[in-house]
């Protein structure tokens, strides 16, 4: 049977010319030739993936998008908000998209995921708390493996922006430091505390899908902004290890059967799920910047059903690519920031 391929990549700024990003600067616009060179780049890069399944992230311009994407071999494609614009200027976007392409077609149309209100209910957030991009929750009829769920994020930023008008507005070197400083410990605070709970309310979602089936495929995958070792994927694959369950040890626990439930109730990391992985030398997924190293954001996250350590798995991850050699290039305007990250999913026979 034919393996499945899927893939997460996060496009850096799709926006068409005439359109920008953040601020009307022309610094965050395309010019019409380094919008083609962007496109026909990516055109090249996916025809190397050879995905598909494509989650995506930072999509601005929805309609070219999914002109562009139909157009790659695509024809099922689904945005499932609205990008955030200025409300002072129409050109002028704020708040990017995700979005999925897929040669499959949906179950059914996809939509944005609810955020669970059982973390509300039991967390110290406002109750508005929500997903600050849409999630895309999709249902895609794959001939490989029949319906699989994708979720398709992208979590919160990191980098706390401080207001610098604010602060150069103030009479000395003495409060502008104390100023900027004082900005950025709570900034930095409330973006840790917004993508970590984005974080639990991916993993309190996939786990509810997992009531009404608990061999199901399920795919969370996207930008997560968060290391390999941060809060954010402690919490979202629940990985660390229990040792005493319900005042028991769980290696006291008599049944097989019933230790087992320990994997059932996990996502996994398909790097972690491959024989030959290195921690040491996993491969980025982030350029470099002036301000931070290059490091891993960008993840493909699945369930037991393709956990290859799961004896009764319907299916395996078998392969993990990163394609970053364009980080060597240093023009992220016309490629991307990120590298797109393609996991193979082989059925078992």
């Given at each position: 049977?034919?393996?499945?391929?899927?893939?997460?990549?996060?496009?850096?700024?799709?926006?068409?010319?005439?359109?920008?990003?953040?601020?009307?600067?022309?610094?965050?616009?395309?010019?019409?030739?380094?919008?083609?060179?962007?496109?026909?780049?990516?055109?090249?890069?996916?025809?190397?993936?050879?995905?598909?399944?494509?989650?995506?992230?930072?999509?601005?311009?929805?309609?070219?998008?999914?002109?562009?994407?139909?157009?790659?071999?695509?024809?099922?494609?689904?945005?499932?908000?609205?990008?955030?614009?200025?409300?002072?200027?129409?050109?002028?976007?704020?708040?990017?998209?995700?979005?999925?392409?897929?040669?499959?077609?949906?179950?059914?149309?996809?939509?944005?995921?609810?955020?669970?209100?059982?973390?509300?209910?039991?967390?110290?957030?406002?109750?508005?708390?929500?997903?600050?991009?849409?999630?895309?929750?999709?249902?895609?009829?794959?001939?490989?493996?029949?319906?699989?769920?994708?979720?398709?994020?992208?979590?919160?930023?990191?980098?706390?922006?401080?207001?610098?008008?604010?602060?150069?507005?103030?009479?000395?070197?003495?409060?502008?430091?104390?100023?900027?400083?004082?900005?950025?410990?709570?900034?930095?605070?409330?973006?840790?505390?917004?993508?970590?709970?984005?974080?639990?309310?991916?993993?309190?979602?996939?786990?509810?899908?997992?009531?009404?089936?608990?061999?199901?495929?399920?795919?969370?995958?996207?930008?997560?902004?968060?290391?390999?070792?941060?809060?954010?994927?402690?919490?979202?694959?629940?990985?660390?290890?229990?040792?005493?369950?319900?005042?028991?040890?769980?290696?006291?626990?008599?049944?097989?059967?019933?230790?087992?439930?320990?994997?059932?109730?996990?996502?996994?990391?398909?790097?972690?799920?491959?024989?030959?992985?290195?921690?040491?030398?996993?491969p980025v997924t982030h350029a470099a910047g002036w301000r931070y190293p290059a490091e891993t954001l960008d993840y493909v996250l699945v369930t037991n059903a393709l956990n290859p350590k799961n004896p009764n798995r319907m299916a395996t991850v078998s392969d993990l690519k990163v394609f970053n050699a364009h980080f060597q290039e240093e023009n992220k305007l016309e490629t991307t920031d990120h590298a797109p990250v393609l996991v193979t999913i082989t059925p078992v026979t």
């Amino acid at each position: 049977m034919a393996e499945l391929k899927v893939a997460t990549w996060n496009l850096y700024q799709f926006a068409a010319p005439g359109t920008y990003w953040y601020e009307r600067d022309e610094r965050n616009d395309y010019e019409p030739d380094q919008w083609a060179r962007k496109q026909a780049w990516i055109r090249d890069l996916i025809g190397q993936l050879d995905a598909d399944v494509i989650g995506f992230q930072e999509v601005f311009s929805v309609a070219e998008f999914k002109t562009f994407l139909t157009g790659l071999g695509y024809p099922h494609v689904a945005v499932v908000d609205d990008p955030a614009v200025d409300p002072e200027d129409a050109d002028v976007f704020v708040g990017p998209v995700t979005a999925i392409a897929s040669r499959h077609p949906f179950v059914s149309p996809p939509t944005a995921l609810a955020y669970p209100g059982e973390f509300i209910d039991n967390a110290e957030v406002a109750e508005d708390f929500t997903f600050r991009r849409a999630v895309t929750r999709a249902e895609v009829d794959t001939p490989q493996l029949g319906p699989m769920l994708f979720y398709v994020c992208h979590l919160k930023s990191q980098g706390a922006f401080v207001d610098s008008d604010a602060v150069a507005a103030l009479p000395d070197w003495k409060a502008r430091f104390r100023e900027h400083l004082r900005q950025r410990a709570t900034k930095d605070a409330d973006q840790l505390i917004r993508r970590n709970g984005e974080a639990a309310g991916l993993y309190l979602a996939a786990m509810s899908e997992l009531d009404d089936r608990v061999d199901a495929p399920i795919v969370v995958m996207g930008d997560m902004n968060a290391g390999p070792t941060s809060s954010a994927l402690r919490v979202l694959t629940q990985q660390d290890w229990i040792d005493n369950i319900a005042n028991i040890r769980r290696s006291g626990i008599e049944d097989a059967a019933d230790r087992a439930w320990n994997f059932t109730w996990q996502l996994y990391d398909a790097y972690g799920l491959l024989p030959s992985q290195n921690v040491a030398d996993r491969p980025v997924t982030h350029a470099a910047g002036w301000r931070y190293p290059a490091e891993t954001l960008d993840y493909v996250l699945v369930t037991n059903a393709l956990n290859p350590k799961n004896p009764n798995r319907m299916a395996t991850v078998s392969d993990l690519k990163v394609f970053n050699a364009h980080f060597q290039e240093e023009n992220k305007l016309e490629t991307t920031d990120h590298a797109p990250v393609l996991v193979t999913i082989t059925p078992v026979t």
